[in-house]
């Protein structure tokens, strides 16, 4: 019951509107106004201010708005928890990973987790890591790989692996024969990056901005795929890291020197938050595969 009303709380509160709550919930106006009610007598507050033509939080409405999606959220966990099956012979993942990981990353741990453990529903989401902070955060993801720049508190880093960033080049290149360059020949340089929502380009922009360097960037995406087609089929390179070009037999890695572009990769969770057998195995199996990384 005590479910219930903060479901239907929260609907009112997202859309503040009972009509437009009651529809989204498949409920009638009326039941739906019922329960809202026999809440806010439970509660001896008022949650909502019905008086004007749009619906309201009231003072009262606003504090218990916090507490209501607090309690949603452990609702929702408390219920995975009973599902979870401890010999992972059924189960589901959320996984929210960073584009420039997809390629030499998380390839190999889904491969090796789906190996041992294939009755797992897998769901993969590659996005940003502001986003997936958010969603850890939210509950909507149970891990996170990305790098160890955490914004949030509340969120745990595990560290997996340090990686270099290259100059990658396709083989046409003129600099396609050189092991490493120096900094300042990326100013001669015409770019493809990542779009700036990316960690990636963040760390990039800063480490020019460090160095003086000042390449012209012609191009962008908001797709790590989109940035190598077109390093593949333009004169344009990038920075990206250099396993990833040797995922790629028409791309090269060149080693920046003598400041190297570094960063470490980390396997992210909500501090707190119920940990199923499968997001376990996962965590252990991303450390082990990373550890035979060679980056």
Do not use: W
Not at 155 to 162: E, G, Q, S, T, Y
Not at 178 to 190: D, F, K, M
Not at 243 to 254: E, G, N, Q, Y
């Amino acid at each position: 019951m005590l479910a219930r009303h903060i479901q239907y709380f929260l609907a009112v509160a997202e859309h503040l509107s009972f009509t437009k709550a009651a529809a989204a919930l498949y409920v009638s106006q009326p039941a739906l106004s019922q329960q809202v009610r026999q809440l806010e007598e439970s509660l001896g507050a008022q949650l909502f201010d019905r008086s004007g033509r749009t619906t309201r939080l009231t003072d009262a409405g606003d504090v218990y708005l916090q507490y209501a999606r607090r309690a949603a959220q452990e609702l929702r966990e408390a219920k995975r928890a009973i599902h979870d099956v401890s010999d992972l012979s059924r189960g589901s993942l959320r996984v929210g990973v960073t584009p420039t990981f997809t390629t030499y990353l998380v390839g190999p741990v889904v491969e090796a987790f789906h190996a041992r453990y294939p009755k797992i529903t897998l769901n993969l989401k590659e996005i940003s890591q502001e986003r997936i902070e958010d969603l850890l955060l939210a509950g909507e993801l149970d891990v996170g790989i990305a790098f160890d720049e955490v914004n949030s508190p509340d969120i745990d880093a595990v560290p997996l692996l340090d990686e270099t960033l290259a100059l990658v080049v396709s083989r046409r290149h003129p600099l396609a024969k050189e092991t490493s360059v120096g900094l300042q020949a990326l100013n001669g340089e015409s770019l493809v990056l990542l779009s700036t929502e990316f960690a990636t380009r963040d760390q990039i922009d800063r480490y020019c901005r460090e160095h003086g360097i000042h390449p012209q960037v012609l191009m962008e995406a908001n797709a790590l795929g989109a940035v190598i087609e077109i390093v593949r089929r333009t004169p344009l390179s990038t920075l990206l890291p250099a396993k990833t070009a040797f995922a790629h037999d028409d791309l090269v890695a060149i080693t920046l020197e003598p400041e190297r572009l570094q960063r470490t990769a980390v396997l992210m969770r909500r501090k707190g938050a119920y940990q199923s057998a499968a997001a376990r195995v996962f965590t252990e199996l991303a450390k082990e595969v990373s550890t035979q990384l060679d980056v």
